[in-house]
């Protein structure tokens, strides 16, 4: 199926739009004789409707997701026959979640003496997410609802269907304390770009396809307060709000 959200057709849409703001919160952990180099980070959701995901059980641990669009003036919604996954997971406070999986991705890439991407070196353990309404960040995004349509993600286990989603102008953030927040940097040198990106399968239709990643330049091993000693490269997406710095 062609994406909606990038045809003509979109005009009668409410399509989302997400997006992921730089790795915020950095700092190493050193654990088992490793390095894990921990960042938080933030899926907000900037086009004028929500990016919304149905899903029906298919196994003990997953299930199947229709993302659901609506219909500009009408209550009728757009179900999009393409499939995703949820998956039920042992996450933070030592509960098992209903979560989106494969809803991002952590990845370290090597850079040069220019700041370009050179070669992927490691990738994080973190892939599954809730999409909820946390915080509301950007509330004059049109049809940003003025109070949270979308709770924290279900944690009972027998659910036949589960709808989860994040509305116009709201976010979904995760402090770098939470579990799998993190990648292993054990015994690298140098300077690399910390990667976040949202949706790395392209599962959801969105309006733009080209925004779904940000970055910020490290230099190994990490230091606390000088993230970047002189490494070149160009930090991407906005810093996690309200705060500008790491």
């Known amino acids: 199926m062609v994406n909606p959200c990038l045809t003509p057709f979109r005009k009668g849409l409410r399509c989302p739009d997400l997006v992921i703001r730089r790795p915020h919160g950095m700092y190493a952990e050193y ?12 899926i907000d959701n900037i086009g004028r409707g929500p990016a919304e995901l149905h899903g029906r059980r298919i196994g003990p641990r997953f299930m199947r997701a229709r993302q659901r669009i609506p219909f500009r003036g009408s209550r009728r919604r757009l179900t999009v ?6 998956q039920f997971k042992l996450a933070h406070l030592g509960l098992h979640w209903w979560k989106w999986y494969n809803a991002a991705r952590f990845e370290l ?4 003496g220019r700041g370009r991407r050179t070669r992927r070196v490691r990738v994080g353990p973190k892939v599954a997410y809730c999409l909820r309404d946390l915080r ?12 949270a349509v979308y709770p924290a993600c279900d944690t009972y286990a027998p659910r036949k269907q589960v709808t989860l989603g994040t509305s116009p102008g709201w976010s979904d953030i995760y402090p770098p ?13 140098g300077c ?7 949706d790395p399968n392209n599962v959801i239709y969105e309006t733009s396809e080209d925004n779904n990643e940000s970055q910020v330049i490290v230099r190994l091993p990490y230091k606390s307060g000088a993230r970047r000693l ?10 996690l709000y309200p705060w500008e710095g790491y």
């Open 31 to 42: 654990t088992g004789g490793r390095t894990l180099l921990r960042a938080g980070n933030s």
């Open 81 to 86: 026959k393409r499939t995703g996954r949820l």
């Open 109 to 112: 890439w090597r850079v040069d």
């Open 136 to 147: 509301r960040t950007r509330p004059k995004i049109p049809w940003s609802p003025g109070s």
């Open 177 to 189: 304390t939470y579990p799998e927040q993190w990648i292993d940097v054990t015994g690298l040198r």
């Open 192 to 198: 690399f770009a910390y990667v976040h990106i949202v």
């Open 230 to 239: 002189g490494c070149k490269g160009r930090d991407r997406g906005r810093p």
